[in-house]
Antibody, heavy 122, light 106 residues
């Protein structure tokens, strides 16, 4: 079945960077996109952006512009999300999810990875 | 920016019907997707494109979208349905999530 498996938990100091991976399997990687969504403790879902695995085109949420980079590696069918200049309020669980695309239009997110806890603390 | 408004909580007894609303300006012009998130777990898609269900989701879950309100309905609520439910749309190439509604099964 389709699976997205994320890298393990990270602990970072303020100002550092983190790179989370999302290894996919059992589907045609370049026919879909990858989105990243985070969830701070006790809070709702916050969308960070998405990348088309076919074109490499990205769209980032304004809150993360200039601080986030999303990439894909088609040879390993893996997506990556790098967040720089980390602050304490970046402490959250970060999720990747597969994006269904019709033409060039992104739609729903299914399935999701298991999540990666990133803790930012001095 | 586009805003989706969800009630913070819904409580129903087992076997009853739970309804979750997602309010947005002319939301009927957008495709609404719904996710279920149980404590400590990743979100799961339960309804897409307003009213379609992934094959693994029980028929008890249904959706509709009209005017300024989209609705997710769970018929015959079970204890295992207790979770947070989020609506989601795309607006000008940006994703918007509602704040989520917590379902408590009494």
């Amino acid at each position: 079945q389709v699976q997205l498996v994320q890298s393990g938990a990270e602990v970072k100091k303020p100002g550092a960077s983190v790179k989370v991976s999302c290894r996919t399997s059992s589907y045609t990687f370049t026919s879909y996109g990858i989105t990243w969504v985070r969830q701070a403790p006790g809070q709702g879902l916050e969308w960070m952006g998405w990348i088309s695995a076919r074109t490499g085109n990205t769209k980032y949420a304004q809150n993360f512009q200039g601080r986030v980079t999303m990439t894909t590696d088609t040879s390993t069918t893996t997506g990556y999300m790098e967040l720089r200049s980390l602050r304490s309020d970046d402490t959250a669980v970060y999720y990747c999810a597969r994006v269904t695309i019709f033409g060039v239009v992104p739609n729903w997110f299914d399935p999701w990875g298991q999540g990666t806890l990133v803790t930012v603390s001095s | 920016s586009y805003v989706l408004t969800q009630s913070p909580s819904v409580s129903v007894a087992p076997g009853q019907t739970a309804r979750f609303t997602c309010g947005g300006d002319n939301i009927e012009s957008k495709a609404v997707h719904w996710y279920q998130q149980k404590p400590g777990q990743a979100p799961v898609l339960v309804v897409y494109d307003d009213s379609d269900r992934p094959s693994r989701i029980p028929e008890r879950f249904s959706g509709s979208n009209s005017g300024n309100t989209a609705t997710l309905t769970i018929s015959g609520v079970e204890a295992g349905d207790e979770a947070d439910y989020y609506c989601q749309v795309w607006d000008s190439s940006i994703v918007v999530f509602g704040g989520g509604t917590k379902l408590t099964v009494l």
